[in-house]
């Protein structure tokens, strides 16, 4: 699971929108850059395949998904792996459904302020999931730079 946190560099490609907010009336200025979900699907394919061969070849039973918004309660949910990581599958591990690794597109975006940002993102976000799926926790994805 990899959450949100705002990321400002560069040259800015955003558009602004205006939030109120629901109960209290309030409104916020928020940067938002803007990627139909075939682009960000194409992002997330080109961050899979900088991951060397040795590594794809072992992933086993997994299908990785786009969605646009996270699960409710979770609005800086940035990915989600959702399965058994393969450290953990024995003898008896068979005929299960595939783990599931879910990239959120809307919050991704939220966080960005440059498409180069959005590229970064996503390329961090895919390698922490994959991460999962070889049982490597978030501790140890934090030491590695990919939190």
């Known amino acids: 699971m990899r959450n949100a946190t705002r990321r400002r560099s560069g040259e800015n490609y955003s558009v602004v929108i205006l939030r109120f907010g629901a109960t209290s009336g309030t409104s916020s200025i928020e940067a938002v850059i803007t990627l139909a979900?075939?682009?960000?699907?194409e992002l997330v394919?080109?961050?899979l395949d900088t991951i060397p061969v040795?590594?794809?070849?072992?992933?086993e039973n997994c299908v990785i998904v786009v969605e646009d918004h996270p699960p409710p309660g979770q609005p800086g949910l940035l990915g989600l792996y959702e399965g058994i990581p393969l450290t953990e599958r024995g003898e008896y591990y068979s005929a299960v459904l595939p783990d599931k690794i879910t990239i959120y597109r809307h919050p991704t975006l939220a966080i960005?302020?440059?498409i180069e940002d959005v590229i970064e993102e996503v390329h961090i976000t895919v390698v922490h999931e994959i991460a999962h799926h070889f049982g490597i926790d978030d501790a140890r994805l934090h030491a590695l730079g990919y939190a």
């Open 37 to 41: 979900t075939a682009e960000f699907e």
């Open 45 to 47: 394919s080109e961050a």
């Open 54 to 59: 040795e590594l794809t070849s072992m992933i």
């Open 112 to 114: 960005c302020d440059t």
